[in-house]
Protein backbone atom coordinates (compact mmCIF):
# COMPACT_ATOMS: atom_id res chain seq x y z
CA UNK A 1 0.00 0.00 0.00
CA UNK A 2 1.11 3.91 -0.82
CA UNK A 3 2.33 5.63 1.91
CA UNK A 4 -0.79 8.11 1.64
CA UNK A 5 -4.53 6.02 2.42
CA UNK A 6 -5.63 6.55 -0.97
CA UNK A 7 -5.40 3.33 -3.56
CA UNK A 8 -2.79 4.37 -6.25
CA UNK A 9 -2.70 2.13 -9.72
CA UNK A 10 0.46 3.11 -11.85
CA UNK A 11 0.25 2.29 -15.04
CA UNK A 12 3.48 3.52 -17.23
CA UNK A 13 4.50 2.29 -20.49
CA UNK A 14 5.71 3.66 -24.64
CA UNK A 15 3.66 5.83 -26.55
CA UNK A 16 0.81 4.61 -27.79
CA UNK A 17 0.60 1.47 -25.65
CA UNK A 18 -3.15 2.67 -24.71
CA UNK A 19 -1.77 4.02 -21.54
CA UNK A 20 -4.61 6.81 -21.18
CA UNK A 21 -7.25 5.52 -22.48
CA UNK A 22 -7.19 2.51 -20.48
CA UNK A 23 -6.10 4.35 -17.09
CA UNK A 24 -9.58 6.15 -17.96
CA UNK A 25 -11.76 3.23 -18.42
CA UNK A 26 -10.22 1.09 -15.46
CA UNK A 27 -10.86 4.45 -13.02
CA UNK A 28 -14.51 4.65 -14.30
CA UNK A 29 -15.01 0.93 -13.40
CA UNK A 30 -13.30 1.45 -10.03
CA UNK A 31 -14.80 4.65 -9.24
CA UNK A 32 -11.32 6.01 -9.00
CA UNK A 33 -9.99 8.97 -10.36
CA UNK A 34 -7.72 9.38 -13.66
CA UNK A 35 -4.52 11.27 -13.79
CA UNK A 36 -2.36 11.82 -16.88
CA UNK A 37 1.27 12.81 -16.42
CA UNK A 38 1.68 13.13 -19.83
CA UNK A 39 -0.99 15.74 -20.34
CA UNK A 40 0.55 18.15 -17.93
CA UNK A 41 4.15 17.46 -19.74
CA UNK A 42 1.99 18.71 -22.70
CA UNK A 43 0.06 21.57 -21.04
CA UNK A 44 3.85 22.68 -19.74
CA UNK A 45 4.85 22.25 -23.60
CA UNK A 46 1.97 24.46 -25.22
CA UNK A 47 2.14 27.22 -22.18
CA UNK A 48 5.39 27.85 -23.45
CA UNK A 49 4.80 27.46 -26.89
CA UNK A 50 2.46 29.94 -26.36
CA UNK A 51 5.10 32.39 -25.36
CA UNK A 52 6.64 32.57 -28.83
CA UNK A 53 9.80 32.51 -27.80
CA UNK A 54 12.89 30.32 -30.26
CA UNK A 55 12.34 26.93 -28.94
CA UNK A 56 16.06 26.45 -29.63
CA UNK A 57 16.00 29.06 -26.52
CA UNK A 58 13.90 27.24 -23.86
CA UNK A 59 15.48 27.13 -20.50
CA UNK A 60 14.68 25.37 -17.75
CA UNK A 61 13.43 28.51 -15.87
CA UNK A 62 11.10 29.71 -18.29
CA UNK A 63 9.42 26.36 -19.20
CA UNK A 64 8.81 26.50 -15.45
CA UNK A 65 7.61 29.78 -15.32
CA UNK A 66 5.21 29.35 -18.37
CA UNK A 67 3.81 26.33 -16.31
CA UNK A 68 2.85 28.15 -13.63
CA UNK A 69 -0.22 29.23 -15.95
CA UNK A 70 -1.31 25.59 -15.87
CA UNK A 71 -3.67 24.12 -12.99
CA UNK A 72 -4.78 20.83 -13.00
CA UNK A 73 -8.92 20.03 -12.18
CA UNK A 74 -10.86 17.96 -11.52
CA UNK A 75 -13.79 17.34 -14.50
CA UNK A 76 -15.91 13.83 -14.06
CA UNK A 77 -13.29 10.87 -13.33
CA UNK A 78 -10.16 12.46 -14.47
CA UNK A 79 -8.18 15.39 -14.11
CA UNK A 80 -7.50 17.91 -17.06
CA UNK A 81 -5.07 20.64 -17.12
CA UNK A 82 -6.43 24.03 -17.97
CA UNK A 83 -3.66 26.95 -19.01
CA UNK A 84 -5.16 30.38 -17.89
CA UNK A 85 -8.37 28.64 -16.91
CA UNK A 86 -9.00 27.81 -20.20
CA UNK A 87 -9.24 24.21 -21.93
CA UNK A 88 -6.86 22.99 -24.26
CA UNK A 89 -7.32 19.72 -25.43
CA UNK A 90 -6.66 19.61 -28.56
CA UNK A 91 -3.77 22.07 -28.43
CA UNK A 92 -2.15 18.74 -26.09
CA UNK A 93 -2.18 16.40 -28.78
CA UNK A 94 -1.71 19.03 -31.90
CA UNK A 95 1.86 18.37 -33.50
CA UNK A 96 3.53 21.40 -32.53
CA UNK A 97 3.09 20.22 -28.89
CA UNK A 98 4.04 16.74 -29.89
CA UNK A 99 7.07 17.85 -31.56
CA UNK A 100 8.56 19.80 -28.57
CA UNK A 101 7.26 17.67 -25.30
CA UNK A 102 10.03 15.41 -25.44
CA UNK A 103 13.04 17.97 -24.66
CA UNK A 104 10.65 19.86 -21.75
CA UNK A 105 9.73 16.28 -20.42
CA UNK A 106 13.40 15.66 -20.44
CA UNK A 107 14.17 19.06 -17.99
CA UNK A 108 14.60 18.09 -14.50
CA UNK A 109 12.74 20.97 -12.49
CA UNK A 110 9.84 20.18 -15.34
CA UNK A 111 9.44 16.74 -13.60
CA UNK A 112 9.58 17.75 -10.13
CA UNK A 113 6.77 20.41 -11.13
CA UNK A 114 4.45 17.74 -13.12
CA UNK A 115 5.38 14.60 -10.14
CA UNK A 116 4.18 17.41 -7.45
CA UNK A 117 0.70 18.00 -9.44
CA UNK A 118 -0.07 13.82 -9.76
CA UNK A 119 0.83 13.77 -6.05
CA UNK A 120 -1.18 16.63 -5.55
CA UNK A 121 -4.15 15.13 -7.65
CA UNK A 122 -3.78 11.76 -5.48
CA UNK A 123 -4.00 13.06 -1.78
CA UNK A 124 -7.59 12.96 -2.11
CA UNK A 125 -9.02 9.85 -3.73
CA UNK A 126 -7.87 6.70 -5.19
CA UNK A 127 -6.58 7.27 -8.50
CA UNK A 128 -5.28 5.83 -11.51
CA UNK A 129 -1.98 7.27 -13.24
CA UNK A 130 -0.54 6.68 -15.92
CA UNK A 131 3.17 7.95 -18.16
CA UNK A 132 6.61 6.80 -18.01
CA UNK A 133 7.37 7.00 -14.88
CA UNK A 134 4.77 6.57 -12.47
CA UNK A 135 5.29 3.42 -10.41
CA UNK A 136 9.02 4.43 -9.80
CA UNK A 137 9.63 7.85 -9.45
CA UNK A 138 6.22 9.11 -8.80
CA UNK A 139 4.75 6.70 -7.11
CA UNK A 140 7.53 3.89 -5.76
CA UNK A 141 5.17 2.46 -2.98
CA UNK A 142 1.47 2.15 -5.66
CA UNK A 143 -1.02 -0.39 -4.66
CA UNK A 144 -0.42 -1.75 -8.22
CA UNK A 145 2.18 -0.84 -11.15
CA UNK A 146 1.14 -2.22 -14.72
CA UNK A 147 3.98 -1.43 -17.67
CA UNK A 148 1.80 -2.35 -20.72
CA UNK A 149 3.71 -2.78 -24.24
CA UNK A 150 2.85 -3.65 -27.80
CA UNK A 151 4.17 -3.92 -30.74
CA UNK A 152 5.59 -0.69 -32.33
CA UNK A 153 3.33 -1.90 -35.95
CA UNK A 154 0.54 -2.60 -33.67
CA UNK A 155 0.56 0.56 -31.48
CA UNK A 156 1.27 2.56 -35.08
CA UNK A 157 -1.83 0.77 -36.47
CA UNK A 158 -4.36 1.76 -33.50
CA UNK A 159 -2.82 5.55 -33.52
CA UNK A 160 -4.07 5.48 -37.04
CA UNK A 161 -7.28 4.27 -36.27
CA UNK A 162 -8.11 7.16 -33.59
CA UNK A 163 -6.42 10.04 -35.72
CA UNK A 164 -7.82 8.87 -39.29
CA UNK A 165 -11.23 7.21 -37.92
CA UNK A 166 -10.38 4.15 -40.67
CA UNK A 167 -8.24 1.32 -41.84
CA UNK A 168 -4.85 2.44 -42.48
CA UNK A 169 -2.81 1.50 -45.18
CA UNK A 170 0.59 -0.45 -44.72
CA UNK A 171 2.10 2.47 -45.94
CA UNK A 172 0.76 4.82 -43.62
CA UNK A 173 1.30 1.92 -40.74
CA UNK A 174 5.46 1.86 -41.81
CA UNK A 175 5.67 5.70 -41.58
CA UNK A 176 4.31 6.06 -38.18
CA UNK A 177 5.91 3.12 -37.22
CA UNK A 178 9.29 4.77 -37.84
CA UNK A 179 7.95 7.90 -35.75
CA UNK A 180 6.87 5.91 -32.78
CA UNK A 181 10.26 4.25 -32.56
CA UNK A 182 12.24 7.54 -32.86
CA UNK A 183 9.86 9.11 -30.08
CA UNK A 184 10.70 5.85 -28.18
CA UNK A 185 14.49 6.30 -28.27
CA UNK A 186 14.03 10.42 -27.34
CA UNK A 187 11.53 9.58 -24.35
CA UNK A 188 14.25 6.13 -23.61
CA UNK A 189 15.67 7.51 -20.25
CA UNK A 190 12.39 8.26 -19.01
CA UNK A 191 10.33 4.83 -19.33
CA UNK A 192 11.65 2.74 -16.59
CA UNK A 193 9.75 -0.55 -15.94
CA UNK A 194 9.40 -0.91 -12.22
CA UNK A 195 10.76 -4.18 -11.00
CA UNK A 196 7.72 -5.08 -9.23
CA UNK A 197 5.32 -4.54 -12.31
CA UNK A 198 3.16 -6.63 -14.06
CA UNK A 199 4.58 -6.69 -17.29
CA UNK A 200 1.03 -6.99 -19.76
CA UNK A 201 1.79 -7.25 -24.00
CA UNK A 202 -1.83 -5.64 -25.50
CA UNK A 203 -0.67 -6.42 -29.15
CA UNK A 204 -3.22 -9.36 -29.33
CA UNK A 205 -5.44 -7.90 -26.94
CA UNK A 206 -8.62 -5.93 -27.20
CA UNK A 207 -8.93 -3.03 -24.67
CA UNK A 208 -11.93 -4.65 -22.85
CA UNK A 209 -9.56 -7.54 -22.41
CA UNK A 210 -6.61 -4.84 -21.10
CA UNK A 211 -9.16 -3.30 -18.46
CA UNK A 212 -10.59 -6.51 -17.03
CA UNK A 213 -7.36 -7.90 -16.67
CA UNK A 214 -6.26 -4.79 -14.62
CA UNK A 215 -9.16 -4.98 -12.91
CA UNK A 216 -8.78 -8.05 -12.03
CA UNK A 217 -5.49 -7.80 -10.77
CA UNK A 218 -6.65 -4.48 -8.45
CA UNK A 219 -9.48 -6.59 -7.12
CA UNK A 220 -6.87 -9.30 -6.33
CA UNK A 221 -4.15 -6.98 -4.86
CA UNK A 222 -6.83 -5.15 -2.83
CA UNK A 223 -8.43 -7.86 -1.55
CA UNK A 224 -4.88 -9.42 -0.59
CA UNK A 225 -3.95 -6.42 1.43
CA UNK A 226 -7.55 -6.28 3.61
CA UNK A 227 -6.41 -10.02 4.06
CA UNK A 228 -3.02 -8.92 5.28
CA UNK A 229 -3.85 -6.23 7.76
CA UNK A 230 -6.97 -8.09 9.17
CA UNK A 231 -4.33 -11.06 10.18
CA UNK A 232 -2.18 -8.25 11.54
CA UNK A 233 -5.01 -7.12 13.24
CA UNK A 234 -5.36 -10.56 14.90
CA UNK A 235 -1.87 -11.37 15.48
CA UNK A 236 -1.56 -7.97 17.90
CA UNK A 237 -1.37 -7.94 21.67
CA UNK A 238 -4.71 -9.01 23.85
O1 LIG B 1 2.08 9.93 -23.02
P1 LIG B 1 2.24 11.23 -23.81
O2 LIG B 1 2.54 11.03 -25.26
O3 LIG B 1 1.10 12.17 -23.60
O4 LIG B 1 3.52 11.92 -23.17
C1 LIG B 1 3.97 13.19 -23.59
C2 LIG B 1 5.46 13.32 -23.33
O5 LIG B 1 5.75 13.38 -21.95
C3 LIG B 1 6.34 12.24 -23.92
O6 LIG B 1 7.48 12.86 -24.49
C4 LIG B 1 6.78 11.41 -22.73
C5 LIG B 1 6.71 12.40 -21.60
N1 LIG B 1 6.32 11.81 -20.33
C6 LIG B 1 7.30 11.58 -19.40
O7 LIG B 1 8.48 11.82 -19.68
N2 LIG B 1 6.96 11.09 -18.19
C7 LIG B 1 5.68 10.83 -17.88
N3 LIG B 1 5.37 10.37 -16.67
C8 LIG B 1 4.65 11.05 -18.84
C9 LIG B 1 5.02 11.54 -20.06
Given at each position: MNGAQHVVIAIDGPAASGKSSTAQWVAQQLAFRHVDSGALYRAATAAQLRRGTGEESWTEEEVCEAARKVRLVPRGTSFTPLIDGQSVDEELRGLEVTKHVSRVASMPRVRDWVNDRVREAARDHDVVVDGRDMGTA?????TLKVFLVADPWERARRRLVQQLGRSPTDEEIAEETGRLVQRDARDATQTVQAKDAILIDTTYLTQEEQVERIVALVKAVTQRDSTTSAVDDDSGPG
Open positions: VFPDA
